[in-house]
Structure formats: C-alpha cells, structure tokens
C-alpha cells in the first residue's frame, strides 16, 4: 500500500526538475542562513564533545548526515500512515535503528573509531537536529525533498564541527588529521590545553557564529 | 481512523517487528566482522606494551609468531580450564569481569613474547591491568623483561579520563615512555611497583617513580593503584617462573 502512495507522488514531481532553484534552497540554507548549530542553536553538545580530533569529527559529521538524511526519508514516506498520537516515538524508532546500524557498522569496520565515538554515536538519537527536522519537514513533505532537506542540514551541522575541530586539533594538539604541522616545520609550540578542553569549543564556536552573524545581519529576536 | 487504538497499537507493533528485525538482521551480518576488528583490537593492544604498531603493521601475524599465551591463578599456577571444564584461552579472558571477583578467583592471563629466531627465548612477559580512573575504569598492559624486573613497555587506555588531562595516559606517547627501564622490585626484593607522583616538573626521579601528569593526579593515582594491584596478584606467578629459571641454569 505504501509503496503505490509514494510512486503516485514522484509521477506529479515529474513536472519539477530533479534540482529546481526550490531543492538547491533545501540543502543551501542549512549550511549558512538558516545553520543547525549556529543559528538554530542545536546539537551543540555533540559539537562540543567530538570536535577534540578531526578524525572522529569526520565521521560523526558522516554518521549524522546518513542518519538525519534516511531518516527524513523513511518518516517522509510513511508519513500518511503515522497515527498523530504517537508519531515522537515512531520518529524516534526509525532514528534509533540508523543509529544503532551506523554504530554496528563502525563497529564493523573501524574499530578503534568505534572505541572514541562510541558514546556519542549512539547519542544521536537524542541530537535535536535530526528529531527537528523529521518533525518540522519531513512529517509534512515529500520524500525527495525530505532527504534533500536532511543532506542540507546534515551538511551544516557538519562543516560547523569540522570547522571547530579544525581550530581545536591545530591549536590544541599542533595537528591535523593527527599530522604533527609544528613539528614538521620545525616550530617550536606549546599545545594550547584550553583547546582541548570543552571550553575551547565554546570559545571557538562563538567565534564562528559571530563572523557569521556580521556577514549575514542575523539578529535574535 | 487513523486516531483509533486498534491502528495505533497495530502500526506500532508493525514498526517494532519491522525495525527489530532489520537490528536483528544487521547484527548477525555483522558479527563475524565485529569479532575479528575486536580481537584485532585485542592483539595490537597486548603487543603496544612492547613495540609500537602502525596501521600498515601485520598484527594478527606478529601476534602468532612472537606471542604465546597461558593463563595462571593467583596463586601462580598455570589453569588450563575454567570452572565449567572448558579450555581457556588466555586472549578471551575478560578482564574486567575478573576485575569484580576476588584476586582468589581471578584468572590472570600472561603473554610471552618470544624471541623471532628463537620462539623458547622469551623477551618478555606481557600482563593485563585493570582498574578505577578519574571518571570511569583504566586499563592496559605492563611488559616486563624476562628476569620480571624493569618495565620493558607500558600501553594504556581508559574509557572517559578528561581529555588533554587524564586521557594523556594513553593519547600521549611521553607518559608511556616513562615507565621504560623502571624497576618493580626495591633494593630489599619487596614489589613496590611504579608510582606516578603528583605534579609534572620533569625533575629525575628514582627507579620507582614516574613523573605525574599536571592537573591529572587522580588518575595517576588510579594508574598506580591498578599496577599495584594487578602486579601483586602476579607476584607469586613472578617467583615461580624465577625458581624455574634458576633451576634451569
């Protein structure tokens, strides 16, 4: 039953090219106007737990992006099927078993990721990004568009922590993607310890959100 | 129709038979794969104590060849079989289960490594430790040459020390190079293993001592704790296996 509702709604999209000005608007805010972690404030726990190393930071950005995209996918479909008194839990269940597949996979195949990212893989499910956009977009559109919206958002939440983690590997360590840089050039540098703490993240995230507001004119209401 | 409590419970129990089953399914793929990254994991652990393991390094391979396992009670006499009579494995023995078990019944598992010309020379002697960090449990493992006496190697790790703090024990390479060359025994022939003192002012100590990490004294006490313990469990297994080797000569 399900599967002939949703061809019916891909035959009518046929009409919209596959990327309209629309979709590109779907993926395009979420990484600077309408940001997941800067503007919208979410998520910021994970962005500040994670974001020590740009290595995990990677793959968490990876694992968020696949969760929050299929998530939106899956809830987008059987979205006229989900009784409305217990839609937070169906919602919930469907990112559960995401992230429980993402965490069995890393698991799998990278190991001593899994060791690091452990904790804060299976934390996802409680990460408001992707509960918040099942429920403000996917509960009331169509699936392409759903998973173009989940990309978009995934996208922002990741470039933010890899932007953090950059500056706090760099600063905190004196390496990225664990390459000793000071070493290698022969600069003598004391690692700034402040990084590496949680702190570091605030300070660096502010940052951030600060140069973005300037450049955008965002102003809290 | 959609708001009545027969589709309610009926589409609820649909999505939980369907995602349980796709959990289920995903796990039992899985865990064949799983099993071999752990016991990877295992082995690279056991041999960081005693050489430093690179991405591209064979571990599996180096593993079979340089290392042979058994396990031993505290009492320092090798078990061959657990209490239910099957045949133990030195590699399967959970640590931290035997961790909450009195040092009477725990099982304590030592790995040899052995020369590569000559597997019955052994270099060193290779022991699980285990204990209480800052936040949650540390563990490791401490080579030991094989007169039992120097530290050969250390490796540790933690499951959520403070990072850049605590979690130094086992990100940063320095803390492990200090245990090298340091001895176990006093002058006297007491164990009084090696200590980690409080503070970081990179001043030489003596053959017992290591010196802390700033900010991490808690865990450094955690640290020292678990090597005590474990190398007083493992005291009577290090006699035993001194008498032998003077009996030999």
């Known amino acids: ?221 | 129709m959609r708001q009545s409590n027969t589709y309610i419970i009926i589409f609820t129990l649909i999505t939980t038979v369907f995602v349980g089953g796709v959990l289920a399914v995903a796990s039992l793929l899985l865990g064949p794969r799983q099993a071999i990254s752990i016991e990877y994991d295992t082995k690279s652990q056991i041999l960081s104590a005693v050489m430093t393991i690179t991405k591209k390094d064979d571990v599996l391979g180096i593993y079979d060849k340089r290392i042979e396992s058994l396990v031993v009670n505290n009492k320092g006499e090798e078990i061959k079989t657990d209490s239910k009579g099957q045949p133990l494995i030195a590699e399967k023995v959970d640590v931290a289960k035997n961790y909450k078990l009195k040092p009477e019944e725990r099982m304590f598992p030592v790995f040899k490594y052995v020369s590569e010309k000559d597997s019955t020379q052994i270099e060193a002697y290779i022991l699980p430790v285990y204990g209480n960090g800052l936040w949650d449990k540390i563990w490791g493992f401490i080579a030991l040459d094989n007169k039992l006496e120097t530290v050969k190697g250390v490796s540790f790790g933690h499951k959520s020390e403070t990072p850049g703090l605590g979690a130094r024990i086992s990100d940063d390479p320095v803390i492990s190079e200090r245990y090298v060359g340091k001895k176990i025994y006093d002058d006297k022939g007491e164990l009084v293993s090696v200590n980690m003192v409080k503070g970081e002012k990179g001043l030489p100590l003596d053959t017992h001592h290591v010196d802390g990490m700033s900010g991490a004294t808690m865990t450094g006490n955690g640290v020292n704790k678990m090597l005590k313990d474990y190398l007083d469990c493992y005291e009577s297994y290090f006699e035993k296996v001194k008498s032998q080797n003077v009996a030999g000569l």
């Open chain 1, 1 to 221: 039953m399900s599967t002939e509702a949703v061809e019916e709604k891909i035959v009518k999209k046929v009409s919209e090219p596959l990327l309209s000005k629309r979709r590109k608007k779907l993926v395009k805010d979420p990484l600077n106007e309408d940001n997941p972690i800067t503007v919208q404030v979410l998520g910021i726990c994970s962005a500040l737990a994670i974001t020590i190393k740009m290595e995990p930071t990677i793959i968490m950005g990876l694992a968020v992006i696949f969760t929050v995209m299929f998530s939106n996918l899956i809830i987008s479909v059987i979205r006229d099927f989900i009784p409305n008194r217990i839609r937070i839990i169906v919602q919930l269940a469907v990112v559960a078993t995401f992230v429980t597949l993402v965490s069995e996979l890393l698991k799998a195949y990278n190991y001593p990721m899994f060791k690091v990212l452990g904790a804060f893989v299976g934390l996802i499910i409680t990460n408001c990004i992707v509960m918040g956009r099942l429920e403000a977009f996917a509960m009331g559109n169509k699936p392409y568009d759903s998973m173009l919206d989940g990309l978009g958002s995934g996208l922002g939440y990741a470039w933010i922590i890899l932007a953090v983690s950059f500056f706090r590997e760099f600063l905190g360590s004196g390496s990225i993607l664990n390459f000793k840089v000071f070493e290698a050039l022969g600069i003598p540098y004391v690692n700034n310890g402040l990084m590496v703490d949680s702190i570091g993240a605030f300070m660096i995230l502010a940052i951030i959100i600060w140069i973005q507001r300037i450049k955008t004119g965002y102003v809290e209401q």
